[in-house]
T-cell receptor, first 114, second 112 residues
């Protein structure tokens, strides 16, 4: 497809379980970002990948959160031992390069932790 | 650290009314400023941007001017339509990574 895709679109899990969220960026985009949007709040930056450089993990809220990216393609965000406060919409975005270029956002994954 | 503050919503207007959504920011250096929009059932998309002081971003009849002296980037439209009903996010990017810092979003509802 032409845009950023994410899967699953919805995920309901029980507290304490691990979840894995997937992002497929636009082909050829070297920069990839993950954000989180809690209900009624703005988006919070989580992590940034740029090519083969070390990722910027400064936004990850705890060590239960991790992310990987294979080259310049798919990225997965993993949340271990989920907590109710992890419930949010997780958005992925990609751009042609880093810096001030437009970021294109995926539709998001809505995570609900019971 | 860097931050963005938007006026709280929801904002409800009649069609053809004038729109202003206030946005102010705190940042070191010279950030780029953005407005993103999220229409019902759709993903977040860039509406307009400005990369330096006094720049005016514009798109689809919306405008915003980068005011460094007041650290503001207010969104305006002269005549709103029902189709403009959406959530609007102000954001800044102050680093060379391009990571965005968002305001909390403002919901706009336009009634016919």
């Amino acid at each position: 497809g032409a845009g950023v895709s994410q899967s699953p679109s919805n995920k309901v899990t029980e507290k304490g379980k691990d979840v894995e969220l997937r992002c497929d960026p636009i082909s050829g985009h070297t920069a990839l970002y993950w954000y989180r949007q809690r209900l009624g709040q703005g988006l919070e930056f989580l992590i940034y990948f740029q090519g083969n450089s070390a990722p910027d993990k400064s936004g990850l809220p705890s060590d239960r959160f991790s992310a990987e990216r294979t080259g310049e393609s798919v990225s997965t965000l993993t949340i271990q031992r989920t907590q109710q406060e992890d419930s949010a919409v997780y958005l992925c975005a990609s751009s042609g390069t880093s810096g001030y270029n437009e970021q294109f956002f995926g539709p998001g994954t809505r995570l609900t932790v019971l | 650290g860097n931050s963005v503050t938007q006026m709280e919503g929801p904002v409800t207007l009649s069609e053809e009314a004038f729109l202003t959504i206030n946005c102010t920011y705190t940042a070191t250096g010279y950030p780029s400023l953005f407005w993103y929009v999220q229409y019902p059932g759709e993903g977040l998309q860039l509406l307009l941007k400005a990369t330096k002081a006094d720049d005016k971003g514009s798109n689809k009849g919306f405008e915003a001017t980068y005011r460094k002296e007041t650290t503001s980037f207010h969104l305006e439209k002269g005549s709103v339509q029902v189709s403009d009903s959406a959530v609007y996010f102000c954001a800044l990017s102050g680093s060379n990574t391009g990571k965005l810092i968002f305001g909390q979003g403002t919901t706009l509802q336009v009634k016919p």
